[in-house]
């Protein structure tokens, strides 16, 4: 945080999964290491994944997957300490072992041990010193279900494969409870983000759990979406930003989203050309909001980096979220 900010107590909620929200969370650390920061942070997590190590384990053990909460776990965890590379490691190989995580195995080892995958979370956070909170958005093993090309296809990785456009996504258990300990962090909460993530599988799927979706709208925080830089072929074929907006909304009628924050920063030719061949986009960002969503500020800053993929710049996003929540 910069220095000319007030030093006022910030209980932050960041909402979402996969890499997005971790990438978030990798931009906040420095400042929840810092005891002046004031800021508290609940990380509400999905967890509908069910491909490669989290897959296997749902599958096996009947738990809840351990992916996304792990990426979480590292993101909030010091760089170099030697936990946080343990948790980071994957096993190479087509063994029974090849693939998983170690990480998503200690994880795994720990609910077991306990008897709660929450538990679990908790011990794991603290192993490696992690000064914030990260709950699953459901205890409940649910799935994703979407409707494509009026046939229903289930789970996670099957609907991020299929070619056609979504038109409906829901739980298979629609009635999922949500984590009291999540409501009560919603409703104490400063400042709620939802994304960056895959809109349809990360962001979306955890306003699937109503309760979760419920607490977000009568929550007076300011509430701000943060947008993909591109798109992705197997979800967002053809939107535009304002199309994730609206989109967003129309699976929480009642959520009054304060602000949208798009990527401004170009988007090298090189990388365009790389991404083409996955039918991917670099995501415009657009002018002001169509009159249907005036009640939403606009706000694109120059956020996206370059190395390997196109993704969010940690520190660049972190600072942006709470530049807006000081204005």
Do not use: W
Request: proline content about 5%; aromatic content about 6%.
């Amino acid at each position: 945080m910069t220095a000319n900010r007030p030093l006022q107590p910030i209980r932050l909620v960041a909402i979402g999964g996969g890499t997005g929200l971790s990438t978030l969370l990798k931009g906040i650390r420095e400042d929840l290491v810092s005891a002046q920061s004031g800021i508290s942070l609940t990380a509400i997590v999905t967890v509908t994944d069910d491909g490669k190590s989290s897959g296997k384990l749902r599958e096996e053990f009947s738990v809840l997957p351990p992916g996304d909460i792990r990426n979480c776990l590292v993101a909030l965890a010091g760089e170099d300490e030697s936990m946080t590379q343990l948790f980071r490691h994957r096993f190479p190989g087509d063994g029974p072992i090849g693939g998983h995580s170690l990480g998503n195995l200690i994880i795994l080892a720990l609910t077991q041990m306990s008897g709660s995958f929450l538990k679990a979370i908790e011990q794991a956070s603290e192993m490696l010193g992690i000064n914030a909170r990260i709950l699953p958005a459901t205890l409940e093993n649910v799935d994703l279900i979407a409707r494509v090309d009026k046939q229903l296809i289930k789970g996670q990785v099957a609907i991020k494969t299929q070619n056609g456009r979504i038109t409906e996504l829901s739980l298979n258990k629609p009635e999922a409870r949500a984590l009291p300990e999540a409501i009560q962090a919603i409703r104490e909460a400063d400042l709620i983000t939802l994304g960056p993530g895959s809109l349809f599988t990360s962001v979306i799927a955890g306003l699937l759990v109503k309760e979760l979706a419920q607490a977000i709208s009568n929550s007076r925080a300011k509430k701000i979406y943060i947008c993909n830089a591109m798109t992705e072929f197997d979800e967002t074929n053809g939107f535009s930003a304002t199309d994730h907006v609206r989109t967003l909304l129309d699976y929480a009628p009642g959520l009054k989203l304060d602000y949208a924050l798009f990527n401004s920063a170009p988007i090298s030719a090189e990388m365009r050309q790389r991404y083409a061949v996955e039918k991917a986009v670099a995501l415009e960002p657009p002018g002001n909001a169509p009159s249907e969503l005036s009640a939403v500020n606009f706000v694109s800053l120059p956020l996206a980096s370059e190395s390997r993929f196109v993704r969010h710049d940690p520190e660049k996003l972190s600072k942006a979220i709470f530049d807006i929540y000081y204005r």
